[in-house]
């Protein structure tokens, strides 16, 4: 006789009760009178907009509590702060770095949470090196990177994160493979990549310094390639589906998302790719193809992305909720 567990896999369960609606995804329980299953709902829906159109905004923090920091055009973003509680975005105070560049806060690299935040280098068309702390109130200057770098990855919290890939500081700008990390207080450098890269999507603030992700980007053509960091090197692993470049991201090594972004043959992609730390696959798509600079925040299951090229103020949100279903023989 053929069995539930020789079909699926995995046996029926017979519980009293019904367990929490996130236990066991795909498992099947038989609480004594129904047989029921636990099934994630993923679906993206509109947000609060931001005040006025723009793109290259750096973002972290949570989807109920994120902030925008920097970007263009000057006029709207420039050094200003928003941040955002779930369903509005409020100004905060400006950031710390002086004006220049001329695009000094368009492209940095964004981690952390709303009262522990960190955004490094970035600008444009020339990037720098500075690197600025937020308390959910005021920016703070802090210890530089030791390189001038634009378009890499800020991942991790204030006191133990990574900074990797990007580009040199001036024109002719060049692809680099280089991590460094950060204690919140000074940097010290890490394993380079296999695949130096820009414009990259990878972990975001759920990210570490001992378990970290990078896929695709720029290598200048783009590329499909994907690399987790163990704290010391990094690793080839599954390649992401589709040569593609700035990318919205969110999530940790082993529950990533990667959405929409410059794709081939040129095209601002809705694709939204889920990693599980082996293998890809494909979620809901966006409302709305863009190009992200990291504008992005949240994780795996709570995702934000907002703003991008171009230009646009609107914002998104995904959700993946765990639920129970009851199975029926119909």
């Not at 990533?256 to 494909?282: I, K, M």
Request: aromatic share 10%.
């Amino acid at each position: 006789m053929t069995t539930y567990k020789t079909l699926k896999g995995k046996k029926i369960k017979f519980l009293a009760s019904d367990p929490p609606a996130a236990a066991g995804e795909g498992q099947v329980w038989y609480n004594g009178a129904d047989y029921k299953t636990s099934v994630k709902i993923e679906a993206w829906s509109a947000g609060g907009n931001l005040p006025a159109a723009g793109q290259s905004a750096a973002g972290f923090g949570t989807q109920t509590a994120a902030v925008s920091a920097g970007g263009t055009p000057p006029s709207a973003y420039g050094l200003k702060t928003f941040e955002y509680n779930g369903s509005s975005w409020t100004a905060g105070n400006n950031m710390a770095r002086a004006t220049g560049s001329p695009y000094t806060s368009a492209f940095g690299a964004g981690s952390g949470t709303l009262t522990a935040g960190w955004v490094t280098a970035g600008g444009y068309p020339t990037a720098n090196n500075l690197v600025e702390h937020y308390d959910g109130t005021n920016w703070t200057a802090a210890a530089v990177l030791p390189a001038t770098r634009g378009s890499g990855i800020s991942n991790g919290p204030q006191t133990a994160g990574l900074y990797f890939g990007g580009t040199t500081g001036s024109p002719p700008r060049t692809v680099q493979a280089g991590t460094f990390h950060y204690d919140g207080e000074a940097w010290t450098g890490g394993g380079d990549m296999n695949t130096a890269r820009s414009n990259a999507g990878g972990s975001g603030v759920t990210g570490s310094q001992t378990a970290a992700l990078c896929f695709a980007g720029d290598i200048p053509a783009q590329t499909n390639k994907t690399e987790e960091y163990d704290g010391t090197s990094w690793s080839e692993v599954t390649n992401f589906p589709r040569t593609a470049s700035y990318l919205g991201f969110a999530g940790s090594q082993t529950d990533a998302l990667g959405f929409s972004g410059y794709t081939s043959p040129g095209n601002a992609a809705v694709t939204t790719t889920g990693y599980d730390g082996t293998s890809w696959s494909s979620r809901p798509n966006m409302a709305a193809g863009r190009l992200f600079y990291k504008s992005n925040a949240g994780n795996a299951n709570d995702a934000l992305a907002f703003s991008g090229e171009g230009l646009t103020n609107s914002t998104e949100e995904f959700s993946g909720v765990a639920t129970l279903k009851t199975i029926t023989d119909s």
